[in-house]
């Protein structure tokens, strides 16, 4: 099953514990170990919103 078919059995079906797990631990499995401080200003809001947006839009395409 491809992480898009299990993702949709996940939702269709939010009781299935066992399914649910799979899904984290296929989605966990391929995550960045990186990990990244909580902003303390509001420009660095600003940057961390603008660095989603820049990744979201490299996504699209």
């Given at each position: 099953m491809t992480k898009a078919e299990l993702r949709a059995y996940?939702?269709?079906h939010p009781g299935d514990?066992?399914?649910f797990r799979?899904?984290?631990d296929r989605f966990t499995a391929n995550a960045s170990p990186e990990t990244f401080g909580v902003p303390q200003s509001k420009s660095?809001?600003?940057e961390v919103e603008n660095l989603i947006q820049q990744r979201v839009q490299q996504?699209?395409?």
């Open positions: 996940v939702i269709a514990k066992v399914a799979i899904f984290v660095e809001i600003v996504l699209k395409f």
